[in-house]
């Protein structure tokens, strides 16, 4: 079954032309069905690109998918229009008196503040308790896994000497979790950040699983130990041109900024990127969505158990 998007949703015409399996609101309220509800935290500048590039991995499971977009109310968007966000998007109040089978937490341009600094942090620090009790399994992403990471377990980020910039290969350290299943011996995945969470910090806390890092991008894919929390410090989610983009703004504003590395065949800017993380992206997300929510989430959401992570 497809995810649920409402008809005028930008990301719907994306969608459809690639041949994404969708349905529309009115449609999937007649079916005898209950639907995965999942909220996406979307604390991404770029909310359209990232709106879609979410929902065509969530759209890539025989599962259907109910979505609700969140976001900050404590913060003023200066990239996504009032509009967009009025017609598409809810507050965190308005829903904190629900309940969802998964939470997604995006990144964001904000890593290199402390966590207390930034301008909605005790709102998403409200959020991520809230969390424990009303959403039965949690995906983080990149700065959105840090936030989380430092939240539930005490664990800091670290800046680094460059900013981590490009498509690192990976290793599965422990191949019998669900998550992993099905992952190659060396899969890839993209990196955008000017910190890092060190493996050190996760080895020391007991409720933390290490299962991926890379030589060259450190540690990337952590879970809980009863498997409600999963944490990514890259980006599988990017479309192809992502980085490109990226790499595009910082010359044009003249920030000091490499060539992605393992980006550009070549390292040459004026060819196309070489995809080579699409096929992981696809089943960490479909992985996430069978094993952790499908599989295990309450058909009665009301009976969502707490998370046993430290209060």
């Known amino acids: 079954m497809p995810v649920t998007v409402p008809a005028s949703l930008p990301a719907r015409g994306v969608l459809e032309a690639e041949n994404v399996f969708l349905i529309e609101e009115h449609r999937a309220l007649h079916q005898d069905i209950r639907p995965l509800r999942i909220a996406i935290l979307n ?4 909310k359209i690109a990232t709106e879609t590039q979410l929902l065509r991995l969530l759209g890539n499971t025989p599962l259907q998918v109910e979505v609700t977009l969140l976001h900050m109310a404590s913060h003023d968007s200066k990239n996504t229009s009032a509009e967009h966000l009025l017609e598409h998007y809810v507050s965190f109040a308005e829903v904190r008196h629900q309940a969802f089978d998964g939470l997604i937490i995006t990144g964001a341009p904000v890593e290199q503040l402390p966590f207390e600094s930034v301008d909605y942090w005790v709102e998403l620090a409200e959020l991520l308790d809230w969390a424990r009790t009303h959403v039965f399994s949690s995906l983080f992403i990149c700065w959105g896994a840090q936030a989380a990471l430092y939240r539930y377990y ?11 910039f490009g498509v690192f290969p990976h290793r599965v350290n422990v191949r019998h979790e669900r998550i992993v299943q099905g992952f190659d011996d ?10 890092e969470t060190r493996r050190e910090d996760i080895l020391a806390e007991p409720a933390l699983v290490l299962l991926s890092e890379s030589e060259e991008a450190g540690v990337y894919l952590i879970q809980s130990a009863d498997h409600r929390q999963v944490f990514v ?5 990017y479309d192809p041109s ?10 044009g504003k003249g920030v000091p900024i490499g060539v992605p590395q393992n980006y550009f065949p070549g390292d040459d800017p004026s060819r196309e990127p070489l995809v080579r993380w699409r096929g992981h992206a696809n089943l960490l997300f479909a992985n996430w969505l069978n094993y952790f929510v499908y599989q295990e989430t309450p058909y009665e959401l009301g009976l969502l158990p707490t998370e046993g992570g430290p209060e």
């Open 186 to 195: 060396v899969f890839f995945a993209p990196h955008s950040r000017y910190t």
């Open 242 to 251: 992502t980085l490109q983009g990226e790499y595009a703004r910082d010359m």
């Open 43 to 46: 604390l991404m500048p770029t």
């Open 233 to 237: 410090t890259g980006h599988s989610e």
């Open 154 to 164: 005490g664990v800091p980020k670290h800046p680094l000497a460059d900013k981590l």
